[in-house]
């Protein structure tokens, strides 16, 4: 009998974080014996990840482009009560299903799916039907970890592909339709155009909370496409619920004991203000590739604890949201911010704000009550 393990890296959990690691050791480091493993039927769940052409950097964007089922180069808009712009930078979405596709081709008997992981540790894997898969490393990236440790606003979403008779007439993503009735926080629609007859309406929410009502959700997607001129029937649906972070405790969330190596939204590693993590998950799984594997543990909680550190700003932007702005007048923050420089605006999203942008996003009359705006800042730590 020997020591020798079954596999050099075991990733738990096919999302976006664990199957962009798979990819990129599979380009970059096809020597390691890797498995990644998924409790779903296929990889990826049942999501369309987007993302604008700045998130990723040039070098990095042969690990995505594969992935993206569609891309719109001619740019994509906003719509607010009072304001309304287009922006030429071009937008790409990933769907889960080209995900699967993908990662199957590459991987092939690397991934497993239908596993579900009962136990793990750093040597290994314990699943539901009794086995045992030993490994070098192993790195957990199976979503989000105990989030309540943290003070969270909440986006949320329930989105419906849409097949529709006649031509729907939108020829670009729409980001933001804040035109709608708000309710429930900051209410905004979001608009996919697959092809001329196929939309993909998602109705999202900056929430103070999780709860989803989805059947109500779907009434009103069915309202807001029935006011367009839309007949159509339903293709697709998704929902979610992503975190936006404003405060908390690393340590908590990631205890210092914890001997086992993190990934993705488990490890914090995503855009606090937004709960976006694409661009962070090819960041990590690039640096990870390219680096030993016999200190995960350590390495990746400290690589998730200098992320956490570098977030503050935008925790202290999420403050300002969910504790300073009244639920129904939230759309007005951004709509203030999407008035600014679009290159400041695409830093934003791919969390890579300068010293310069966040004093620009804060400078001036706020688009909330100053007295609110200053109590929030002073009696929240971050």
């Known amino acids: 009998m020997t020591n020798e393990p079954d596999h050099d890296l075991a990733i738990i959990g096919g999302g976006l974080a664990g199957g962009l690691i798979a990819l990129a050791f599979a380009a970059l480091r096809p020597e390691v014996r890797l498995l990644l493993v998924e409790q779903g039927e296929q990889?990826?769940?049942?999501?369309?990840?987007?993302?604008?052409d700045g998130d990723v950097a040039l070098r990095d964007r042969?690990?995505?482009?594969?992935?993206?089922?569609?891309?719109w180069p001619q740019g994509h808009e906003v719509r607010f009560p009072d304001y309304a712009r287009r922006l030429d930078t071009p937008y790409n979405s990933v769907t889960s299903v080209q995900f699967a596709v993908?990662?199957?081709?590459?991987?092939?008997?690397?991934?497993?799916?239908?596993?579900?992981?009962?136990?793990?540790?750093?040597?290994?894997?314990?699943l539901a039907d009794g086995r045992s898969i030993r490994a070098g490393a192993v790195i957990d990236a199976?979503?989000?970890?105990?989030?309540?440790?943290?003070?969270?606003?909440?986006?949320?979403?329930?989105?419906?592909?849409?097949?529709c008779e006649a031509?729907?007439?939108?020829?670009?993503?729409?980001?933001?339709?804040?035109?709608?009735?708000?309710?429930?926080?900051?209410?905004?629609?979001?608009?996919?155009?697959?092809?001329?007859?196929?939309?993909?309406?998602?109705?999202t929410y900056y929430s103070d909370s999780p709860d989803l009502d989805v059947p109500a959700i779907d009434a009103r997607i069915a309202a807001y496409a029935q006011a367009r001129g839309w007949r159509a029937e339903v293709i697709h649906r998704e929902q979610g619920v992503l975190p936006?972070?404003?405060?908390?405790?690393?340590?908590?969330?990631?205890?210092?004991?914890?001997?086992?190596?993190?990934?993705?939204?488990?490890?914090?590693?995503?855009?606090?203000?937004?709960g976006y993590s694409l661009p962070d998950a090819v960041r990590f799984a690039l640096w990870l590739a390219d680096r030993p594997l016999d200190d995960l543990?350590?390495?990746?909680r400290a690589y998730a604890g200098a992320h956490w550190r570098r977030g503050g700003y935008y925790r202290l932007l999420g403050r300002m949201?969910?504790?300073?702005?009244?639920?129904?007048q939230r759309w007005r923050v951004f709509a203030r911010f999407y008035r600014l420089r679009p290159a400041l605006i695409q830093r934003f999203y791919a969390g890579r704000s300068t010293i310069a942008d966040r004093i620009r996003i804060l400078c001036g009359r706020p688009p909330v009550p100053i007295r609110d705006a200053m109590r929030t800042l002073w009696n929240t730590p971050a």
């Open 43 to 52: 990889a990826g769940g049942n999501h369309i990840w987007s993302f604008f």
């Open 62 to 71: 042969w690990l995505v482009d594969p992935l993206i089922a569609h891309r």
């Open 102 to 126: 993908h990662l199957r081709r590459v991987l092939g008997d690397r991934l497993l799916t239908g596993a579900v992981v009962t136990g793990l540790s750093p040597q290994g894997i314990t």
């Open 142 to 163: 199976r979503g989000a970890g105990d989030m309540s440790v943290l003070r969270c606003g909440w986006q949320k979403f329930v989105g419906h592909a849409l097949r």
């Open 167 to 203: 031509p729907h007439g939108i020829d670009r993503p729409v980001i933001m339709d804040a035109t709608v009735e708000q309710q429930d926080g900051y209410r905004f629609v979001y608009l996919l155009p697959w092809d001329d007859r196929t939309l993909f309406v998602e109705d």
């Open 244 to 274: 936006v972070v404003h405060g908390g405790d690393f340590d908590l969330y990631w205890p210092k004991d914890d001997p086992v190596a993190r990934a993705g939204v488990r490890a914090g590693l995503f855009q606090p203000m937004t």
């Open 297 to 300: 543990p350590i390495a990746t």
């Open 321 to 328: 949201l969910f504790g300073a702005a009244r639920p129904d």
